[in-house]
């Protein structure tokens, strides 16, 4: 799958053979116009074609909204999905894949949500007050 990302940086992304599948019964029987703008998120009325990354925005916030979770949008999804892959055991560099960053400095505000790897990275703080280096100091 082609996906088009910020500045319109497109990258390739793998997908199970089960979601291929029902993404493509969806164009061809759920909605057959998106075949003809290759977009799957696709207008439900005419005229046949994608939409915009707001309009998907603001679609996500309306549902949001009436499920009771209060205003999110589309990035926040972007957001969720980086969360899940590294509480899974997936690393940065598979999240910059999947979010098809084009810089790995890009992915590392995401490195906060796998605290265990954080912990094991971190220096120890001092134990006492009694340790800290008193020798130029401004007081």
Same mark, same amino acid.
């Given at each position: ?12 992304? !793998? ?6 599948? *029902? ?24 005229? *046949? ?14 549902? *949001? ?8 949008? *589309? ?9 899940? @892959? ?22 590392? @505000? ?10 094991? @990275? ?6 006492? !007050? ?10």
């Amino acid at each position: 799958m082609t996906v088009r990302g910020k500045g319109s940086h497109t990258g390739q992304l !793998p997908l199970p053979p089960a979601v291929g599948q *029902a993404i493509t019964d969806y164009l061809q029987v759920g909605h057959p116009g998106s075949t003809v703008c290759g977009a799957l998120f696709v207008r439900v009325h005419a005229p *046949a074609g994608g939409l915009t990354r707001g309009a998907v925005s603001n679609i996500v916030a309306a549902k *949001a909204r009436r499920a009771g979770l209060g205003t999110i949008h *589309a990035h926040r999804l972007r957001h969720t999905a980086a969360t899940a @892959i590294l509480l899974s055991g997936g690393s940065l560099e598979e999240v910059g894949q999947v979010l098809a960053h084009r810089r790995s400095a890009t992915t590392t @505000i995401y490195a906060k949500v796998d605290v265990d790897t954080l912990r094991s @990275i971190a220096r120890p703080w001092p134990a006492t !007050p009694a340790t800290y280096p008193t020798e130029g100091v401004l007081t």
